[in-house]
Nanobody
Framework: QVQLVESGGGLVQAGGSLRLSCAASGRTFSPYRMGWFRQAPGKEREFVGRITWSGGDTLYVDSVKGRFTISRDNAKNTVYLQMNSLKPEDTAVYYC????????????WGQGTQVTVSS
């Protein structure tokens, strides 16, 4: 079993930055891909971006391109979401998730961390 724990959320003013972390623990951790998602109040959960665990290839939703960066530290079993130039519309609970292989959906999810951006 894999456990994912997010941290780093908080309250920040518009234009500010936050870095979220997602630490994995449990059995030997070597996922195919790690993703970040978010869910704002009253809205469906949306994809933010993802990174492949081996090659580090990234992909982002258009609304965060150029502002958010996903990275990983394989030795620490940790993935990061660096968020710059934050906007009030980025306010949401942010979740990380792990995809075990290319054929599966996201198999493991963290509990989420709240990010609030004030205007």
């Amino acid at each position: 079993q894999v456990q994912l724990v997010e941290s780093g959320g908080g309250l920040v003013q518009a234009g500010g930055s936050l870095r979220l972390s997602c630490a994995a623990s449990g059995r030997t951790f070597s996922p195919y891909r790690m993703g970040w998602f978010r869910q704002a109040p009253g809205k469906e959960r949306e994809f933010v971006g993802r990174i492949t665990w081996s090659g580090g290839d990234t992909l982002y939703v258009d609304s965060v391109k150029g502002r958010f960066t996903i990275s990983r530290d394989n030795a620490k079993n940790t993935v990061y979401l660096q968020m710059n130039s934050l906007k009030p519309e980025d306010t949401a609970v942010y979740y990380c998730a792990a995809k075990v292989n290319s054929r599966s959906g996201y198999d493991y999810w963290g509990q989420g961390t709240q990010v609030t951006v004030s205007s």
